[in-house]
Structure formats: structure tokens, C-alpha cells
């Protein structure tokens, strides 16, 4: 992934690239095929399924979820294999093609292979 984010965005800091890479969520046919399913479920409700979505592309991939508020979860994403910000680009631009009009994703805690983010957005 560093290398065609590299490629892609030569422009950026590795970070900024790979962030990118999960951005262009929508640009490939099973990005596409996944927003158009999640579209139907909402915002929310596709968050608490996004273990489920990334597992589309690994098996081992697991995903902790709690609902803080009508719009603000927390995702607990583990064991990541490659760059964590591909994972908040997803986590920033799904919502977003999903109807979000502000999208706010903070990382709040690593251990290990495991990161956990808040989750803020405005429908």
C-alpha cells in the first residue's frame, strides 16, 4: 500500500498518502458495491457493521463498536496490518459518501495491533 500511495500521492507525507489510499474508498468496483449496500443502512448503522465491511478484504480483522451517541461512536479496529491512517480515511470518507455533512475521527487509543478512534459526524 506505501508504495502505490507513494506513487499516487507523491506530494504528501507517507501518512497524508496513505489516508488518501483509504479516501478513495469509492474509486474501486467493491468500494463502490460496499458504499451503494451501506447507503441503505445509514450512517450509523453501517459503522456498527464496519467489522463486517473490512472483513470483506481479510478474515482476521476484528471490530469493537459502542454507540456513544445518535451520531458519535467509538471503533476499536485489531490486529491492523499496514498504515492506521488508511483505516481513519475509510473511517473519515464512507460516512461522508453515505450523507455525513462533517465527519471528525480522532484517534484515542493504540495497544498493540488494536486502535480505537471516536467517531463524530452531522447528518
Known amino acids: 500500500m506505501k508504495i502505490a500511495a507513494r506513487q499516487r500521492f507523491p506530494e504528501l507525507s507517507e501518512e ?3 489516508r488518501e489510499v483509504g479516501r478513495g474508498l469509492n474509486s474501486t468496483l467493491l468500494g463502490k ?3 451503494t ?3 441503505l443502512l445509514g450512517v450509523r448503522r453501517s459503522l456498527q457493521r464496519i467489522g463486517t465491511t473490512f472483513r470483506q478484504g481479510n ?3 476484528q471490530a469493537t463498536v459502542k ?3 445518535p451520531t458519535s461512536i467509538e471503533v476499536e479496529l485489531g490486529p491492523l496490518v499496514g498504515p492506521s491512517a488508511y483505516f481513519e480515511g475509510v473511517l473519515e470518507e464512507g460516512p461522508r459518501q453515505m450523507g455525513a455533512k462533517t465527519m471528525q475521527v480522532t484517534r484515542t487509543r493504540t495497544t498493540g495491533e488494536h486502535i480505537t ?3 463524530d459526524w452531522t447528518e
Do not use: F, H, K, S
Open 16 to 18: 497524508e498518502e496513505c
Open 33 to 35: 458495491a460496499v458504499l
Open 37 to 39: 449496500a451501506m447507503q
Open 59 to 61: 478474515n482476521y480483522i
Open 67 to 69: 454507540v456513544l451517541a
Open 117 to 119: 478512534w471516536r467517531v
